[in-house]
């Protein structure tokens, strides 16, 4: 009995020391605890996905490609598995399995010295506290910690909250973190649609995701799924039968459904870079927001298109620059399909293919193509590729191939069926393709709203990311002038007003050459109306206007419309020589249609976070009225105009009616041809190292400009018209496919007048050209009671006049008179 007590009492006081220790232990390791609390409010990186106007998926952002799923939406079949699978007992240990961890050890002792690799006993909960509040480091420390952090968790969080927790957030391989994401990438499906040996698969991967690859282990990934079915059999989740029957399956995976995503790749990154400006980085990518965007997938498709042909074709008009590279002609008797495929493919080559020029005749070129196969360059598909000189001028047409092409070039070529004639080519065929050293940028986007509704940056988005349209500075030219011109008719000027056209000379200072703006044709048009002046894009008179309303006010507007934030009081701005974008100028344009209302360019039209709440809507304008659940008879809603007015609205429109005459019979006439209401300017700067054409319909408004990133000319004559216009011209031609030919909208206090185009007078019989030209209430011609009005006559200090004579008086402008009997007023 002694002995039996004095043993009790042993045992009783090694219980106490080791109740003691380990309650020491659980202090020393609970000091520096992570604060398990943070799970409550776990929110995963999720894909942030950006969409088209018309809801299709334009960009993905993610670190983690997650789809976060509630537990209650998770299939019983799905939790099952990767319960059998990590943790038998889930629902029924405190947070460590003491039996499993007990049979791990004994495991463990038993394998020592064999190589295998340790058996592991960590439960879900476990798992969920390294994954979340620990690290992967390897030591008893860490064990500790977390056994410690799993009693508190299941103390604090219901058990399915906690496999909701580790259902989304563990990794299964292939970019796949949590069961939804993999459930897509292994199978394409969702996870209510996975079989139950596609879900002991998932279940089979946590441990080690590569060990169980599907295609390269597929003996051991098969091996562990099965393992996987027997436990859920075990189990009882699933029969003897449906397990025998899931078993014997092969694994078969499937590709991920490529999703149609729409290509525009300048825009989708301005609007990331817009997204990552508001809301940071680690929210754009995995905060998983919801961002409707403003561009039209059709127009977006036209705009590339039409941009790229354009420089195309600028490019073709200046040559040859020669081949992507060149092989020694010994490899043509070799094995030549190999050293061609040793060549990359320029960044910008698209679809176009390379290929080895294999052999001269007099009239073809023989190519060896990547894929071994041969093909032809006929010499009427070389004939525009005369060699490049300086200043983008060309040398003599080419007779024969080998005065484009030498054996061993590699070159870019694409298939071709038809000759410029029309006529059928052999199969085989292919043209001579050249990537543009120029570069643009084309813009289109709503004038009422603002809204981008297409964005071609440039050529091509993988040669380079600079956007043109956005981030390119560059000097707009005679685009700027409808600007000078509206200052003018808001200062008491009409589009028949008479401003001298004529040679006009202005001394700069000291030491400095002087200024002698010309016309673009080095003529002078004498007295000429402000609509002609407009439409034919005098330099000449532009300046004499500025400088009669004064640089001030020219400068204002062009601050006022967001062409500049600032522009100097020089009349060479009068011209356009401040720079900017072509966004900013496009934009300015579209607040001319509009009736003169400000609207600021977006991207984005709303943006939503995870939880679907509404974060950003660009338009701001409440609409109480518009939440009715059903129609009873009430009118339709109204939405306040609350865009600030920046122009006259009937000096807006007077504007819009004059570009629309310089399509009709001015600079931009080219698309007289499409017939239908549209207004444009172009825009070009000295030694043609700009070329722009900006304008637009009654609710579009489209911006183009071509030139190089590192400024040079564009060649002799590539001015607007030629350069810009066609780009403007192709793109405009699809977008209006189809559409109504709607009128320009003419706002109140406008009254239409019948005038003749050339004087803007009244017109008399058999006079010419007559037009309805636009002027404000009040101001138009009248037949009687009226007489000839001048504006004043200024004298300029260091300004020479007509003759040359310093400080010589300029007559700046002249009212029409009126012509008696003629009346024309609509």
């Known amino acids: 009995m002694r002995f039996l007590l004095r043993c009790l009492g042993l045992l009783m006081v090694l219980a106490l020391l080791g109740a003691g220790g380990a309650a020491v232990v659980l202090h020393h390791f609970s000091?520096?605890?992570?604060?398990?609390?943070?799970?409550?409010?776990?929110?995963?990186?999720?894909?942030?996905?950006?969409?088209?106007?018309?809801?299709?998926?334009?960009?993905?952002?993610?670190?983690q490609k997650?789809?976060?799923?509630?537990?209650?939406?998770?299939?019983?079949?799905?939790?099952?598995?990767?319960?059998?699978?990590?943790?038998?007992?889930?629902?029924?240990?405190?947070?460590?399995?003491?039996?499993?961890?007990?049979?791990?050890?004994?495991?463990?002792?038993?394998?020592l010295?064999?190589?295998?690799?340790?058996?592991?006993?960590?439960?879900?909960?476990?798992?969920?506290?390294?994954?979340?509040?620990?690290?992967?480091?390897?030591?008893?420390?860490?064990?500790?910690?977390?056994?410690?952090?799993a009693f508190r968790i299941e103390q604090a969080y219901s058990k399915d909250k906690i496999l909701e927790l580790y259902l989304n957030e563990i990794f299964l391989g292939q970019r796949s973190y949590g069961v939804a994401a993999a459930a897509l990438n292994y199978f394409n499906k969702s996870l209510d649609e996975l079989s139950v040996e596609e879900a002991a698969y998932l279940a089979a991967l946590p441990k080690a995701p590569n060990n169980y690859h599907p295609t390269r282990r597929t003996e051991a990934a098969v091996s562990r799924r099965n393992w996987v079915i027997g436990?859920?059999?075990?189990?009882?989740?699933?029969?003897?039968?449906?397990?025998?029957?899931?078993?014997?399956?092969?694994?078969?995976?499937?590709?991920?459904?490529?999703?149609?995503?729409?290509?525009?790749?300048?825009?989708?990154?301005?609007?990331?870079?817009d997204l990552e400006r508001i809301y940071g980085e680690e929210e754009l990518y995995g905060g998983g927001l919801s961002v409707q965007t403003t561009i039209d997938p059709t127009l977006q498709r036209h705009a590339d298109a039409a941009l790229r042909e354009g420089l195309v074709a600028y490019d073709r008009r200046h040559g040859w620059r020669g081949a992507v590279a060149q092989l020694d002609p010994d490899v043509v008797d070799a094995d030549w399909a190999a050293a061609l495929k040793?060549?990359?493919?320029?960044?910008?080559?698209?679809?176009?293919?390379?290929?080895?020029?294999?052999?001269?005749?007099?009239?073809?070129?023989?190519?060896?193509?990547?894929?071994?196969?041969?093909?032809?360059?006929?010499?009427?598909?070389?004939?525009?590729?005369?060699?490049?000189?300086?200043?983008?001028?060309?040398?003599?047409?080419?007779?024969?191939?080998?005065?484009?092409?030498?054996?061993?070039?590699?070159?870019?070529?694409?298939?071709?069926?038809?000759?410029?004639?029309?006529?059928?080519?052999?199969?085989?065929?292919?043209?001579?393709?050249?990537?543009?050293?120029?570069?643009?940028?084309?813009?289109a986007l709503d004038p009422h709203t603002g809204r981008i509704l297409a964005m071609s940056g440039g050529y091509s988005y993988a040669a380079s990311v600079f956007n043109r349209a956005i981030q390119a500075r560059r000097q707009p030219g005679s685009a700027f002038k409808p600007f000078v011109y509206l200052a003018a008719l808001d200062n008491g000027y009409t589009p028949s007003s008479i401003v001298l056209d004529a040679p006009i000379v202005f001394d700069q200072g000291p030491g400095q050459e002087k200024w002698k703006p010309a016309n673009y044709t080095s003529k002078f048009y004498g007295p000429t109306t402000l609509r002609i002046g407009l439409e034919k894009s005098r330099n000449l008179m532009t300046v004499r206007l500025a400088q009669a309303i004064g640089m001030?006010?020219?400068?204002?507007?062009?601050?006022?419309?967001?062409?500049?934030?600032?522009?100097?009081t020089v009349l060479s701005m009068s011209l356009g020589a401040?720079?900017?974008?072509?966004?900013?100028?496009?934009?300015?344009?579209?607040?001319?249609?509009?009736?003169?209302?400000?609207?600021?360019?977006?991207?984005?039209?709303?943006?939503?976070?995870?939880?679907?709440?509404?974060?950003?809507?660009?338009?701001?304008?409440?609409?109480?009225?518009?939440?009715?659940?059903?129609?009873?008879?009430?009118?339709?809603?109204?939405?306040?105009?609350?865009?600030?007015?920046?122009?006259?609205?009937?000096?807006?429109?007077?504007?819009?009616?004059?570009?629309?005459?310089?399509?009709?019979?001015?600079?931009?006439?080219?698309?007289?041809?499409?017939?239908?209401?549209?207004?444009?300017?172009?825009?070009?700067?000295?030694?043609?190292?700009?070329?722009?054409?900006?304008?637009?319909?009654?609710?579009?408004?489209?911006?183009?400009?071509?030139?190089?990133?590192?400024?040079?000319?564009?060649?002799?004559?590539?001015?607007g018209s030629r350069a810009a216009l066609p780009i403007w011209k192709a793109f405009a031609e699809k977008a209006f496919e189809n559409e109504p030919r709607t009128p320009f909208r003419v706002p109140p206090g406008v009254r239409l007048v019948k005038v003749a185009h050339a004087s803007g007078q009244l017109p008399r019989p058999g006079e010419g050209k007559v037009i309805l030209e636009a002027f404000r209430e009040g101001s138009q011609p009248r037949s009687t009671g009226s007489r000839q009005l001048l504006q004043p006559v200024v004298r300029q200090p260091g300004v020479e006049g007509s003759e040359g004579e310093t400080g010589a008086t300029v007559p700046l402008a002249v009212e029409p008179a009126p012509i008696p009997g003629q009346s024309g007023i609509y």
């Not at 909960?125 to 977390?146: C, D, G, W, Y």
């Not at 014997?248 to 729409?262: D, G, K, Y």
């Not at 290929?355 to 004939?383: F, H």
């Not at 300015?588 to 809507?617: C, F, H, W």
């Open 552 to 568: 001030e006010k020219v400068a204002d507007y062009g601050q006022r419309f967001g062409i500049y934030d600032s522009l100097p």
């Open 31 to 63: 000091q520096d605890l992570p604060d398990y609390g943070q799970l409550a409010e776990y929110e995963p990186p999720i894909v942030t996905r950006i969409h088209a106007g018309d809801g299709r998926l334009l960009a993905e952002y993610a670190e």
């Open 578 to 719: 401040g720079e900017t974008t072509l966004l900013r100028v496009t934009t300015a344009y579209a607040m001319l249609v509009n009736g003169g209302k400000r609207v600021t360019p977006s991207l984005i039209d709303r943006v939503q976070n995870a939880n679907g709440e509404t974060i950003y809507r660009h338009d701001t304008r409440e609409c109480p009225n518009c939440r009715a659940q059903r129609w009873e008879g009430q009118l339709m809603p109204r939405l306040p105009d609350i865009r600030e007015q920046v122009a006259d609205p009937v000096s807006a429109y007077q504007i819009v009616a004059m570009l629309q005459g310089a399509v009709q019979q001015g600079t931009g006439v080219r698309l007289a041809s499409l017939g239908r209401p549209l207004a444009g300017k172009t825009g070009t700067t000295n030694d043609y190292r700009d070329a722009w054409f900006v304008g637009f319909s009654p609710d579009l408004a489209i911006g183009v400009y071509v030139g190089f990133d590192d400024p040079k000319t564009l060649g002799k004559g590539e001015a």
């Open 66 to 111: 997650r789809v976060f799923v509630p537990v209650d939406a998770v299939p019983q079949r799905v939790k099952q598995a990767f319960i059998s699978a990590e943790d038998q007992e889930f629902y029924q240990h405190p947070g460590v399995d003491f039996k499993a961890l007990l049979r791990a050890v004994v495991t463990n002792v038993r394998n």
């Open 342 to 443: 040793d060549v990359p493919p320029p960044a910008a080559s698209g679809a176009w293919q390379r290929a080895l020029v294999l052999a001269l005749s007099a009239n073809a070129a023989t190519i060896g193509l990547v894929d071994g196969t041969q093909g032809r360059i006929p010499m009427a598909e070389l004939a525009w590729a005369r060699p490049t000189l300086e200043e983008q001028k060309v040398g003599a047409r080419p007779n024969r191939p080998g005065d484009v092409l030498a054996v061993g070039d590699v070159v870019l070529v694409e298939p071709v069926s038809q000759d410029s004639e029309g006529k059928d080519y052999e199969a085989g065929t292919y043209g001579l393709r050249q990537i543009p050293a120029v570069n643009g940028g084309l813009i």
């Open 231 to 273: 436990r859920m059999l075990e189990d009882g989740h699933i029969g003897y039968a449906e397990a025998e029957m899931a078993s014997a399956q092969p694994l078969s995976t499937a590709v991920r459904a490529e999703t149609e995503i729409v290509t525009a790749d300048f825009f989708a990154e301005e609007v990331r870079r």
């Open 113 to 149: 010295g064999s190589n295998r690799r340790p058996v592991g006993a960590s439960t879900i909960t476990q798992q969920v506290a390294k994954n979340f509040l620990l690290t992967n480091e390897v030591s008893i420390e860490r064990k500790i910690k977390e056994a410690i952090l």
